[in-house]
């Protein structure tokens, strides 16, 4: 393995880690949802703006799937990630627009060695994404798998 720059020593309780930001188009909402959630309103403007949503409208899932690329992008190919057991929750707080510019962001709220393995860490974190008013649309908690540094 090469060395990466994210290892568990590296993860401070209460630190956050800035994932970079990402707009979305109004094609790639479409795409998405034509292939996983064809909901009316993740399809069609005029369907969304006759919905609650206020316009066309990322899935949910699709918002989860941008947030994971950002987090890939910003930590998780460059460190010693092992994935995941899985997420805690996931919230969509606002509908995510054509047209948005979204910024995300995980603080790290936890942190313990594996009893079992001790060259492989356990690293809780809060995510979130906000768009480009500052309002935040989307929340998730998961703990992440991190091997030591110089470990396999």
């Known amino acids: 393995m090469t060395t990466k720059s994210w290892a568990f020593?590296?993860?401070?309780?209460?630190?956050?880690?800035?994932?970079?930001s990402k707009t979305v188009t109004a094609d790639e909402i479409v795409e998405f949802a034509s292939e996983f959630d064809p909901q009316p309103m993740h399809l069609d403007e005029q369907a969304g703006k006759a919905g609650i949503l206020g316009g066309l409208s990322a899935s949910g899932w699709h918002s989860c799937a941008m947030f994971m690329r950002m987090l890939c992008d910003n930590l998780v190919l460059d460190s010693t990630s092992q994935g995941s057991p899985g997420i805690d929750y996931v919230?969509?707080?606002k509908p995510v627009l054509a047209g948005d510019t979204l910024m995300a962001k995980?603080?790290?709220?936890?942190?313990?060695?594996s009893a079992k393995r001790p060259n492989l860490g356990f690293v809780t974190m809060r995510a979130e994404m906000t768009n480009q008013r500052g309002e935040q649309v989307f929340e998730l908690q998961n703990t992440g798998m991190f091997l030591l540094r110089g470990q396999s």
Request: hydrophobic share 35%.
């Open 9 to 20: 020593e590296d993860f401070v309780e209460g630190g956050s880690i800035d994932l970079g």
């Open 106 to 113: 995980s603080t790290v709220l936890s942190k313990r060695i």
């Open 91 to 93: 919230k969509w707080k």
